[in-house]
């Protein structure tokens, strides 16, 4: 069953993984797909075609009348379900304080406790 209907306002969450220098970002494996270009992206469902490609329910997304922070190449895309959040969903994310998502912490002071 789908979980998004036509005229829903839905955003755009790619997965998220870690590169090679340990930055947060789209995974690796989706990095070069079109698709990435619109992660963040805030939009509206116009068409749902429940049987898309090799079986996977997918939906049609349109950028046009929504202000977004992210650069739009094109102004709709096609997106699998499982890239797309409720677009109501404004609430702060939490910060992440413990994992291998959190930032690293550096060298706060030196060892010797004066200036170098």
Same mark, same amino acid.
């Given at each position: 069953?789908?979980?998004?209907?036509?005229?829903?306002?839905?955003?755009?969450?790619?997965?998220?993984?870690?590169?090679? #220098?340990?930055?947060?970002?789209?995974?690796?494996?989706?990095?070069?797909?079109?698709?990435?270009?619109?992660?963040?992206?805030?939009?509206?469902?116009?068409?749902?075609?429940?049987?898309?490609?090799?079986?996977?329910?997918?939906?049609?997304?349109?950028?046009?009348?929504?202000?977004? #922070?992210?650069?739009?190449?094109?102004?709709?895309?096609?997106?699998?379900?499982?890239?797309?959040?409720?677009?109501?969903?404004?609430?702060? =994310?939490?910060?992440?304080?413990?994992?291998?998502?959190?930032?690293?912490?550096?060298?706060? =002071?030196?060892?010797? #406790?004066?200036?170098?």
């Amino acid at each position: 069953m789908a979980a998004f209907s036509v005229g829903e306002d839905v955003r755009v969450a790619m997965p998220k993984g870690v590169n090679k #220098r340990g930055v947060v970002g789209i995974s690796v494996l989706y990095s070069t797909w079109p698709e990435a270009r619109f992660d963040g992206a805030l939009g509206t469902i116009v068409e749902l075609n429940p049987s898309g490609t090799y079986g996977i329910p997918l939906y049609l997304v349109d950028f046009r009348d929504h202000k977004n #922070r992210t650069a739009i190449p094109w102004q709709s895309q096609w997106f699998r379900e499982e890239w797309l959040i409720p677009g109501a969903d404004r609430a702060p =994310q939490p910060v992440a304080t413990a994992g291998e998502l959190v930032a690293a912490d550096g060298m706060g =002071q030196t060892t010797t #406790r004066e200036s170098s």
